[in-house]
């Protein structure tokens, strides 16, 4: 019997696995196979340059999801490269089931993240982070980025929000968007209406990612004309939205309309007592390494506090 199963292995994960396995609660994780459509490490091995981790001016995305893998062995946490494919919450001890076996558990910390949704344009494929990106508070400010025509594909308060920030960085950004309206907040898209440097594209589809060792412009189509345009362009930010990795729950957790898990706020607790969530699964508004982690860290402290007062309830 276990006392904490971790599932998920990017930094929210990780970081719960160093806190448990130095309570000694002896974290078993599972790092997923390919889970969600990405390695081990989540999301930011998909990323090459991070620069917003504190404590690393700049570090490659697998190097950091490397080194913090490293630690939580280091702190006495086993790792295993499974994927978590379905669970039973419905009394305790937990079950957890993988391909080849079911284990049991007292507590269970969910950090599966959330992967970026991609739009599988032609060209997508050669040229993702060699100028396009999902996250654009993550890669903005690369230097490959700077003083750069940049587009920005979406219409909501990301979209709107990547596309302002952009600015900053980019010579002019352009928000393409399928509709002839935002669907951001008025306060939001006001703001964005009054930037010099953005650019509304609207009614208008991408088509293609063009470019040979970096991109270089994309192709767009006006649904209602029907007429292709090429954009020159060295940066492509999808802001489309994000699908939490959910689904193995099966429903038995509490998730808002998006499937993001619900947790209590301030705190990383569940619908289910014992089990926890940290990361991305449970955070769309911020998304970052260091948020993940900080939730990590917290999920790793609200479940030693549970097994501990079960114990007393239990004596």
């Avoid at 192709?219 to 209602?224: C, D, E, F, R």
Wanted: with cysteine; net charge negative; aromatic share 6%.
């Amino acid at each position: 019997m276990e006392q904490v199963v971790i599932i998920g292995s990017g930094p929210a994960g990780h970081t719960a696995a160093i806190y448990a396995a130095r309570a000694n609660l002896k974290p078993l994780m599972f790092e997923g196979f390919m889970a969600g459509g990405v390695a081990a490490g989540g999301q930011l091995t998909t990323t090459t340059e991070v620069e917003n981790y504190p404590g690393y001016v700049s570090i490659d995305g697998t190097e950091l999801m490397t080194k913090m893998r490293e630690q939580s062995l280091h702190c006495g946490t086993r790792i295993r490269t499974e994927t978590v494919v379905k669970v039973d919450f419905g009394k305790r001890p937990f079950k957890l089931w993988t391909e080849d076996e079911m284990i049991e558990t007292r507590t269970v910390i969910i950090a599966t993240g959330a992967t970026a949704k991609r739009m599988h344009v032609p060209g997508e494929e050669q040229l993702w982070q060699r100028g396009i990106s999902a996250c654009a508070v993550c890669d903005g400010a690369l230097p490959a980025f700077r003083n750069q025509p940049l587009v920005v594909v979406g219409g909501g308060d990301t979209a709107v929000e990547e596309a302002t920030h952009l600015t900053k960085f980019g010579s002019k950004v352009y928000l393409v968007h399928r509709r002839d309206s935002l669907r951001a907040s008025m306060a939001m898209q006001q703001r964005a209406f009054k930037n010099p440097k953005l650019e509304m594209v609207w009614d208008t589809v991408l088509l293609d990612a063009e470019g040979e060792n970096g991109l270089e412009r994309v192709k767009l189509q006006n649904v209602k004309t029907g007429k292709d345009s090429y954009l020159e362009a060295r940066g492509l930010f999808y802001a489309i939205g994000h699908t939490p990795n959910t689904s193995f729950l099966d429903g038995q957790l509490e998730t808002d309309e998006q499937g993001y898990i619900v947790t209590v706020p301030g705190s990383t607790l569940t619908s289910v007592h014992g089990v926890f969530a940290a990361g991305d699964v449970q955070d769309k508004k911020y998304r970052q390494a260091v948020t993940s982690a900080g939730t990590g860290c917290m999920a790793a402290l609200d479940a030693q506090e549970f097994l501990h007062s079960d114990e007393h309830a239990h004596a």
